[in-house]
């Protein structure tokens, strides 16, 4: 394996791990609200969430944006990219969730900044400081990829395993999985993955959409549960 080889999957490691600071572990997505009302009590109910937030959420609206994002990045066309962040924002209905998308997305960026050095990463932050970007982390996410190294593929497997971590990792926390269960679990979405990653590829941003009723309101009650270990 040549060097350049090892400089891209110890990145992709890099920006997988929980390590890097971008605020992602104080999430739950939803998860907590479900865990509290009683919804999700077991690791078979975790496993379902996130098939459904993969398949009918995550892949199809998110990892589509990372996509247009990723290949405007790759072409210096940060244009694409402002066109896959707005559109992100306007298919997010639930304002808290755009609200800690921009805020890990802010985060994301900030960190790479002071980790790789490149023009478009200079960019990027001149709109964020003018607020012309809402810098969606999933966009961000994307749009740093190239920089980095990661192909398409990389990129999307790299996202999706560091969201669906966090979501396993937020149930521990919560009391209704151990460790060894959801190794087992994050296994199992293998196919789930790799059909996110087959379908969102040749979708276009005007293509999105999300279908996951249970979880949106999930989300929207959880600034009103009586007691909170995340932010969302």
Do not use: Y
Request: net charge neutral.
């Amino acid at each position: 394996m040549s060097q350049s080889q090892i400089a891209q999957q110890l990145a992709m490691m890099q920006l997988s791990d929980s390590f890097f600071p971008t605020g992602s572990f104080t999430l739950s997505h939803g998860i907590e609200t479900l865990v509290q009302t009683g919804k999700i009590q077991s690791g078979q109910d975790v496993k379902k969430f996130l098939q459904l937030l993969l398949l009918n959420k995550v892949g199809v609206s998110d990892v589509v944006a990372l996509l247009h994002s990723h290949r405007g990045s790759q072409e210096g066309n940060l244009t694409a990219v402002k066109q896959a962040d707005c559109q992100l924002f306007a298919q997010t209905a639930i304002a808290l969730l755009r609200e800690t998308q921009s805020k890990s997305g802010r985060a994301l960026l900030m960190m790479t900044s002071s980790t790789w050095s490149d023009k478009r990463l200079d960019v990027l932050n001149r709109e964020a400081t003018r607020g012309e970007i809402h810098c969606l982390h999933p966009v961000i996410f994307g749009a740093i990829a190239p920089i980095v190294g990661l192909n398409e593929r990389d990129t999307v497997l790299t996202f999706l395993h560091s969201l669906v971590t966090s979501i396993l990792g937020a149930a521990i926390r919560l009391g209704v999985l151990g460790h060894i269960q959801a190794q087992q679990i994050l296994r199992s979405l293998a196919l789930d993955i790799e059909q996110v990653w087959s379908t969102a590829r040749s979708m276009s941003l005007e293509q999105m959409w999300s279908c996951t009723p249970s979880i949106d309101i999930a989300q929207m009650q959880h600034a009103k549960l009586p007691q909170r270990l995340f932010a969302s």
